[in-house]
């Protein structure tokens, strides 16, 4: 076991070159650095990768982290793979930025949190909503106190996931849940980030048959509450089944309400008796300002903004939340 050897410019590998390991390509970029090492299960996945920006291709992400030409990686397979491959960089002394969830279970997420520990290795979760500007924004609006006593906190991320039944995403063994752990794993990290940690959690998830798909073997709609100890109550929604889609985060304080809305990248804020105004926050990409961080981090000049503890911690809510919904 071997301590991350951290500082400087880290070679970065990037294992699973789907939807978002494309994303941490460009934010890479972004932040001056160009991966120089690619994993995917999916040869074609894997042969198109390496054509449009050159570096070294293996079949498997194991092989990458032991290949002794990356200092860092970027964990962008399905979760069932997460918690070998973060142990594997872990146990190499590599660091990672391991795609949400952390782990596919809560066992897995406490044992990556364990190697962590056990080896002081470098390694950050996905959590790419933190470093949104307007989101950013509406913390230290909450943080100072603009918004008076926060009562409750409301976020729905929903739209329509077409064919998901054919997906992974669908198939609880590799993803672990449905929408609650695919998308509200976001929403449980925004919660917790904005308002505190919560005490009580609560779910219900549905999944129907309809004119958008079939039944699936996970949840397809979910709403979460959860409610901190001061009292502050949430509630988290999210489905794959809404065509039209939403994508907002509301506070309502004493002092005001004030909401995120993602399809116009805007703040609002209402005061009591007041309008509506819109706050002006200059614009910017969460996953390139995400990975800036990580690099800040890994030079020694910030501190990581998701840890494996805040990892660790929606691993575990989102497992009250599914044992919440069954133990009725
Ligand atoms: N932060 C975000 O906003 C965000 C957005 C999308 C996905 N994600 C997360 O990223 C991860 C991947 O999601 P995606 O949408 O990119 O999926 P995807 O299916 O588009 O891509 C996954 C890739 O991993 C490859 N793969 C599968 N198993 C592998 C293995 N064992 N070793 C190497 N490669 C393997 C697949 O061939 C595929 O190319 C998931 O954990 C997901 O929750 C995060």
Same mark, same amino acid.
């Given at each position: 076991?071997?301590?991350?050897?951290?500082?400087?410019?880290?070679?970065?590998?990037?294992?699973?070159?789907?939807?978002?390991?494309?994303?941490?390509?460009?934010?890479?970029?972004?932040?001056?650095?160009?991966?120089?090492?690619?994993?995917?299960?999916?040869?074609?996945?894997?042969?198109?990768?390496?054509?449009?920006?050159?570096?070294?291709?293996?079949?498997?992400?194991?092989?990458?982290?032991?290949?002794?030409?990356?200092?860092?990686?970027?964990?962008?397979?399905p979760?069932?793979?997460?918690? @070998? #491959? $973060?142990?594997?960089?872990? +146990? %190499?002394? &590599?660091? *990672?930025?391991?795609?949400? @969830? #952390? $782990?596919?279970?809560?066992? +897995? %997420?406490? &044992?990556? *949190?364990?190697?962590?520990?056990?080896?002081?290795?470098?390694?950050?979760?996905?959590?790419?909503?933190?470093?949104?500007?307007?989101?950013?924004?509406?913390?230290?609006?909450?943080?100072?106190?603009?918004?008076g006593?926060?009562?409750?906190?409301?976020?729905?991320?929903?739209?329509?996931?077409p064919?998901?039944?054919?997906?992974?995403?669908?198939?609880p063994?590799?993803?672990?849940?449905?929408?609650?752990?695919?998308?509200?794993?976001?929403?449980?990290?925004?919660?917790?980030?904005?308002?505190?940690?919560?005490?009580?959690?609560?779910?219900?998830?549905?999944?129907?048959?309809?004119?958008?798909?079939?039944?699936?073997?996970?949840?397809?709609?979910?709403?979460?509450?959860?409610?901190?100890?001061?009292g502050t109550?949430?509630?988290?929604?999210?489905?794959?089944?809404?065509?039209?889609?939403?994508?907002?985060?509301?506070?309502?304080?004493?002092?005001?309400?004030?909401?995120?809305?993602?399809?116009?990248?805007?703040?609002?804020?209402?005061?009591?008796?007041?309008?509506?105004?819109?706050?002006?926050?200059?614009?910017g990409d969460?996953?390139?300002?995400?990975?800036?961080?990580?690099?800040?981090?890994?030079?020694?000049?910030?501190?990581?903004?998701?840890?494996?503890?805040?990892?660790?911690?929606?691993?575990?809510?989102?497992?009250?939340?599914?044992?919440?919904?069954?133990?009725?």
């Amino acid at each position: 076991m071997t301590k991350s050897i951290t500082g400087g410019t880290p070679r970065v590998g990037v294992i699973g070159v789907g939807a978002i390991g494309r994303i941490h390509i460009r934010a890479w970029g972004a932040n001056g650095i160009v991966p120089v090492a690619f994993a995917d299960a999916n040869p074609e996945a894997l042969a198109a990768t390496v054509a449009e920006h050159g570096g070294t291709s293996f079949a498997n992400g194991q092989d990458l982290i032991a290949s002794g030409l990356v200092d860092l990686v970027s964990i962008c397979t399905p979760p069932h793979f997460h918690r @070998p #491959l $973060a142990l594997a960089a872990l +146990d %190499a002394g &590599v660091g *990672a930025l391991c795609e949400k @969830p #952390l $782990a596919r279970t809560l066992e +897995d %997420a406490s &044992v990556i *949190a364990e190697a962590v520990a056990r080896t002081g290795g470098f390694l950050t979760v996905g959590f790419c909503h933190r470093f949104q500007p307007q989101i950013e924004a509406l913390k230290q609006m909450v943080d100072s106190g603009d918004l008076g006593t926060v009562m409750q906190f409301r976020n729905r991320f929903a739209g329509h996931n077409p064919d998901v039944e054919r997906t992974w995403f669908a198939n609880p063994d590799i993803a672990g849940g449905g929408v609650l752990t695919d998308t509200s794993v976001h929403s449980i990290d925004l919660f917790r980030h904005l308002i505190g940690e919560p005490v009580r959690i609560q779910a219900l998830t549905s999944t129907r048959e309809t004119d958008l798909g079939p039944l699936l073997s996970v949840e397809d709609t979910a709403t979460l509450i959860l409610q901190t100890a001061d009292g502050t109550i949430g509630t988290i929604e999210s489905s794959w089944r809404t065509p039209v889609g939403e994508w907002t985060v509301t506070v309502f304080g004493t002092a005001g309400t004030a909401v995120v809305d993602y399809d116009d990248e805007t703040l609002r804020v209402k005061r009591p008796g007041g309008d509506w105004e819109t706050i002006d926050v200059p614009p910017g990409d969460r996953f390139t300002r995400e990975f800036t961080n990580v690099l800040a981090a890994w030079r020694g000049d910030e501190q990581l903004r998701a840890t494996v503890a805040d990892g660790l911690a929606a691993n575990r809510i989102l497992d009250a939340a599914y044992r919440s919904r069954t133990d009725r």
